[in-house]
């Protein structure tokens, strides 16, 4: 089998091989033996993995900087609600089937982004930054004022996914004896779409589009030289980061089954930035690590916040749980940036035998996806290429 692979491309040693089918066996029998609480916490990981790869494919492989992602998770989550509502609960709901429901939210994700990506074509590093922070106003102000579509305030309920027949709701199921809810159900389905979202992202990247957003990235005049359609490049990447955005967002509706607006402000943008850096910047592996340290450590502090020391429940004195998980995972962005630039994926690089490791094939430091033709040195810098205003 692994001889197979290997002719197909894909670099799969067994003993790899073996590990992967041994850890998916291993989510498949979960949620037969977890309690409620652990599968959440897992599907909420799920959903801040798929968000992470989304702005690792923006930030990390193209070097496009947004502080704009929560906007996008909040256009899925509502956009949502708002198709697949059915409007007795007083709010505008178009009533259509769940499935198409979660499509058409994505899409209208994609929509946004396409709308913004002219701007995220021409603008590059801080003045990118800035102006995707100013998403994250409009949003609140949209999803807190826009009562009839919104809720306001108060939110609005999920109505629950249906898919082939199987309605993604806490209407119990027995299977092998064992009663599935809501979180049962999700948890399935949250895997294949984690399995889709990284095997496409990782086809990107391994891809021609990767080796031009890699190029992108490293030296931006250069690429337009070489041909590479700066700008066109640019933009489809913010689309297509923002349809990841808008496929997690629709998962955490899902999961929250109700979505609130200050859920999707300025601090979970903040906290997709870290998933990527704590992970790795450009790493599809990277991003899923670091989306999963992000997200599962509040709900672990808050878990066990009786049997930490300084760690309480809010307005019990001491620091809340959620504060001190904004404390621990700030303190390992500094401590990766300092003595780990790659991140926890270059942990896993460093095990000997892996390419790019000690000891094994290809050279330390050695990109994924090198650029397809040398960057030339003697570049122009100080003109702007044909191929950025394609």
Same mark, same amino acid.
């Given at each position: 089998m692994s001889e197979t692979l290997a002719r197909s491309g894909l670099r799969v040693r067994t003993p790899a091989l073996y590990g992967w089918a041994a850890a998916g066996l291993v989510? @498949?029998?979960?949620?037969?033996?977890?309690?409620?609480?652990?599968?959440?916490?897992?599907?909420?990981?799920?959903?801040? =993995?798929?968000?992470?790869?989304?702005?690792?494919?923006?930030?990390?492989?193209?070097?496009?900087?947004?502080?704009?992602?929560?906007?996008?998770?909040?256009?899925?989550?509502?956009?949502?609600?708002?198709?697949?509502?059915?409007?007795?609960?007083?709010?505008?709901?178009?009533?259509?089937?769940?499935?198409?429901?979660?499509?058409?939210?994505?899409?209208?994700?994609?929509? =946004?982004?396409?709308?913004?990506?002219?701007?995220?074509?021409?603008?590059?590093?801080?003045?990118?930054?800035?102006?995707?922070?100013?998403?994250?106003?409009?949003?609140?102000?949209?999803?807190?004022?826009?009562?009839?579509?919104?809720?306001?305030?108060?939110?609005?309920?999920?109505?629950?996914?249906?898919?082939?027949?199987?309605?993604?709701?806490?209407?119990?199921?027995? @299977?092998?004896?064992?009663?599935?809810?809501? @979180?049962?159900?999700?948890?399935?389905?949250?895997?294949?779409?984690?399995?889709?979202?990284?095997?496409?992202?990782?086809?990107?990247?391994?891809?021609?589009?990767?080796?031009?957003?890699?190029?992108?990235?490293?030296?931006?005049?250069?690429?337009?030289?070489?041909?590479?359609?700066?700008?066109?490049?640019?933009? =489809?990447?913010?689309?297509?980061?923002s349809m990841y955005a808008g496929l997690a967002g629709v998962l955490l509706a899902l999961v929250f089954q109700r979505t609130v607006p200050e859920y999707f402000g300025m601090a979970l943008s903040l906290e997709y930035l870290a998933m990527i850096v704590i992970g790795g910047l450009g790493s599809v592996a990277g991003a899923v690590a670091g989306g999963v340290f992000v997200s599962l450590l509040p709900q672990l502090l808050n878990r066990y916040s009786d049997a930490l020391p300084l760690v309480s429940a809010p307005g019990t004195g001491g620091i809340a749980p959620g504060e001190a998980s904004r404390y621990l995972y700030g303190a390992a962005v500094v401590a990766v940036v300092l003595f780990l630039p790659g991140g926890l994926a270059r942990l896993a690089a460093r095990r000997p035998g892996k390419p790019g490791a000690p000891g094994g094939p290809g050279s330390p430091g050695e990109p994924e996806n090198p650029p397809s033709h040398p960057t030339p040195s003697h570049a122009p810098s100080n003109t702007e290429p044909s191929g950025e205003a394609r």
């Amino acid at each position: 089998m692994s001889e197979t692979l290997a002719r197909s491309g894909l670099r799969v040693r067994t003993p790899a091989l073996y590990g992967w089918a041994a850890a998916g066996l291993v989510l @498949v029998v979960l949620p037969f033996y977890l309690d409620r609480f652990w599968l959440q916490a897992g599907l909420f990981a799920m959903a801040a =993995a798929l968000g992470a790869i989304g702005i690792n494919l923006l930030t990390g492989a193209t070097g496009q900087l947004s502080m704009g992602h929560a906007f996008f998770l909040a256009v899925g989550a509502y956009g949502y609600c708002a198709f697949a509502g059915d409007g007795t609960d007083g709010l505008a709901g178009l009533g259509l089937p769940g499935w198409l429901a979660a499509v058409l939210a994505v899409a209208l994700s994609g929509l =946004a982004g396409g709308v913004f990506s002219p701007i995220a074509g021409r603008l590059r590093g801080a003045y990118l930054g800035i102006a995707t922070l100013a998403l994250i106003f409009i949003g609140q102000h949209v999803l807190f004022n826009a009562h009839d579509l919104t809720g306001g305030y108060n939110g609005r309920a999920v109505p629950p996914l249906s898919l082939f027949g199987l309605t993604f709701d806490d209407s119990e199921l027995l @299977v092998a004896q064992v009663p599935f809810g809501a @979180v049962e159900k999700l948890w399935y389905l949250g895997l294949v779409l984690l399995l889709g979202g990284v095997v496409f992202a990782r086809g990107v990247l391994r891809g021609r589009p990767g080796r031009a957003m890699n190029a992108i990235r490293d030296h931006r005049i250069a690429a337009g030289v070489m041909g590479i359609p700066v700008a066109r490049y640019r933009a =489809a990447v913010f689309v297509l980061s923002s349809m990841y955005a808008g496929l997690a967002g629709v998962l955490l509706a899902l999961v929250f089954q109700r979505t609130v607006p200050e859920y999707f402000g300025m601090a979970l943008s903040l906290e997709y930035l870290a998933m990527i850096v704590i992970g790795g910047l450009g790493s599809v592996a990277g991003a899923v690590a670091g989306g999963v340290f992000v997200s599962l450590l509040p709900q672990l502090l808050n878990r066990y916040s009786d049997a930490l020391p300084l760690v309480s429940a809010p307005g019990t004195g001491g620091i809340a749980p959620g504060e001190a998980s904004r404390y621990l995972y700030g303190a390992a962005v500094v401590a990766v940036v300092l003595f780990l630039p790659g991140g926890l994926a270059r942990l896993a690089a460093r095990r000997p035998g892996k390419p790019g490791a000690p000891g094994g094939p290809g050279s330390p430091g050695e990109p994924e996806n090198p650029p397809s033709h040398p960057t030339p040195s003697h570049a122009p810098s100080n003109t702007e290429p044909s191929g950025e205003a394609r």
